[in-house]
């Protein structure tokens, strides 16, 4: 199976985006090779600030940039773009509604050997209560690429949640991204199973393996958090009666909170949520640190089945 | 260059006036908000958008427009005065301050009021929001406006302000000019006492940035350093204006407690008293 990391995707579809339109400007605070900005810097140094290590000013900067009329994607790892910099992109950039993207790479435990201080658990959650953000995490390399095309149209500050390993290619060139419309990849009658960002394919990985033991289930890939998909989630929840939603993120106020959300709202079925439990990461190998932390396909597998028994 | 003689002077300075009588007013009638860095700044604002900056209160957003940008965002009430008195909005509408609905928000807010460039009031952003748009004006070619903003001396003890103040010097943002109002107190007291930024000047020199002291209520002295600030190419201009809390209502000057309250009933007639406004002009 075809793999990319889904920041490979990200510094791809920036250069096609810098040829595309002269507005987009690309801001890093001395992370480029990892974020993979540094495409852009070499071909269009002109519409590139490196900002050093200085992430609150990159921020700022961004914000004086599309209050000129730039559209700025501005990037670093995520546990800076949104912890470091946290209130000047509330203030400067969400409380202001400019359209300044903030591009997030190395998102989650899979950030690997470099440890808990750098992988972030907690982003979704932060950005997604900041009114006026948006909040997207692509699943893989096609999505992330008509992700980006599709931020740069949205007017206002949008948080994209990128990951660092490769990982599945699961859609190819046909795929119709729309901010905010989740993606039903599978149909299914038993339980739904919503997952966002790398932990799609292991939702589509755990189905095969439910149907070989007689379980159907859905797969949706909820590539928007903010604003979620709240009429997909209330069908499913009708349609199949029951929900695993499954994100490398901290299990409160992710995917899981915004899903719980809406079907306590709309229609109460069962819901479990899988994810990071209230804890930090810690120092491996991407692979292990997903099993390590229950983000395997065998844990999704061994959850659906609890959870379809609780119907 | 621009002629800077007598009149012209005279000029800015009973602009000045005005907008330090619609900041007694618009903060007696509001009954909250932060006099003393207000009027500080009075004179700053007022060389600026009444004798620097070109700007158009009919197109407020045209493209060639010099951008104020106050990232001392607490001092909304000399910006809202100077926008009033420049004729981006009615000087009525400047009773509005504060009160529910109202656009004239406690910070400022480019979403709601025409001809203010950026939202701000969280210390620290401002500038970094310019440092910003000079960027964007070098990468549209340069040359076509200018960008200027002003800062509190209780503000640069946020570390963001280094950061923008490196970047600016480090892309030679010749187009930015900001202003330090040097009044030495802040909210908790005397600068010196709370979290010195001392000394000032050379910090900005440090940073890579041409840099002016001056008389920060002698308009005499503002005029120069901003043409000064033209002519600078290569970096950033600083301009270190020494100013005094509070300045114009004698029971406000040097008083840290002036920062953030509004004058009651009583206060708000002395003041505008002294700034020559009723029964007993000055």
Request: proline share 5%; charged share 20%; glycine share 10%.
């Amino acid at each position: 199976m075809e793999k990319q990391a889904t920041r490979d995707a990200y510094g791809k579809a920036l250069v096609e985006l810098g040829r595309k339109y002269s507005d987009v400007v690309v801001l890093d605070a001395d992370l480029s090779k990892s974020t993979k900005t540094a495409d852009f810097a070499k071909i269009f140094p002109n519409r590139f600030i490196n900002a050093g290590i200085a992430e609150q000013n990159m921020m700022g900067m961004a914000a004086g940039l599309a209050a000129s009329g730039k559209v700025p994607f501005a990037s670093s790892f995520a546990i800076f773009a949104t912890g470091r910099a946290f209130e000047i992109v509330r203030n400067s950039l969400a409380y202001a509604n400019l359209s300044v993207k903030i591009c997030a790479t190395h998102a989650g435990i899979t950030v690997g050997e470099d440890g808990g201080s750098h992988q972030s658990v907690e982003d979704l959650a932060i950005m997604r209560c900041v009114p006026n953000i948006t909040v997207v995490a692509p699943a893989d390399g096609t999505s992330t690429r008509k992700a980006v095309e599709a931020v740069y149209h949205h007017s206002g500050p949008v948080y994209l949640r990128l990951g660092r390993p490769a990982v599945p290619v699961l859609y190819d060139e046909s795929l119709d991204f729309q901010i905010g419309r989740g993606i039903e990849l599978r149909g299914g009658k038993d339980a739904t199973l919503i997952g966002c960002g790398i932990m799609v394919a292991k939702c589509l990985e755990a189905a095969d393996r439910l149907r070989e033991q007689g379980i159907d289930v859905s797969v949706v890939d909820m590539h928007t958090i903010k604003p979620i998909d709240r009429d997909l989630i209330a069908r499913k929840a009708h349609d199949t009666g029951a929900i695993l939603t499954v994100e490398e993120h901290s299990v409160l106020g992710g995917l899981g909170g915004a899903v719980c959300e809406v079907v306590c709202e709309q229609f109460p079925v069962p819901v479990m949520r899988m994810g990071i439990e209230d804890r930090f990461g810690q120092s491996g190998t991407p692979d292990e640190l997903l099993e390590y932390y229950g983000l395997s396909v065998d844990m999704i597998v061994a959850n659906t089945r609890i959870l379809v028994s609780k119907k | 260059m621009r002629e800077i003689t007598e009149s012209t002077i005279q000029a800015v300075e009973a602009k000045a006036l005005s907008l330090r009588r619609h900041i007694i007013s618009m903060l007696g009638e509001a009954g909250s908000g932060h006099t003393g860095g207000s009027l500080s700044a009075a004179d700053i604002v007022a060389c600026l958008y009444f004798w620097e900056m070109n700007v158009d209160p009919h197109q407020p957003q045209k493209p060639d427009r010099d951008r104020f940008v106050l990232s001392k965002g607490h001092a909304a009430p000399v910006l809202y005065a100077a926008l009033a008195e420049k004729g981006f909005f009615p000087v009525t509408e400047l009773a509005g301050l504060r009160k529910l609905g109202n656009p004239l928000q406690g910070h400022p807010d480019m979403r709601k009021v025409p001809g203010v460039e950026a939202s701000t009031g969280s210390l620290g952003q401002g500038i970094s929001w310019a440092v910003g748009m000079a960027l964007a004006e070098k990468m549209n070619g340069g040359g076509s406006y200018r960008i200027y903003a002003l800062l509190g001396d209780g503000e640069i003890e946020e570390g963001l302000v280094w950061e923008a103040l490196m970047a600016a010097a480090h892309y030679k943002l010749d187009n930015l000019t900001a202003f330090l109002d040097h009044n030495r107190l802040q909210i908790d007291g005397p600068i010196s006492q709370v979290m010195s930024p001392e000394p000032v000047a050379d910090k900005f020199r440090a940073f890579g940035w041409e840099t002016l002291v001056i008389d920060g209520h002698d308009i005499g002295q503002i005029m120069p350093a901003l043409e000064l600030a033209r002519s600078t190419h290569g970096r950033p201009t600083a301009i270190i204006a020494e100013t005094i809390k509070g300045k114009g209502c004698s029971f406000m000057e040097n008083k840290a407690e002036w920062h953030g309250t509004a004058p009651n009933r009583e206060q708000t007639i002395q003041a505008l008293k002294e700034l020559g406004i009723g029964p007993e002009p000055v």
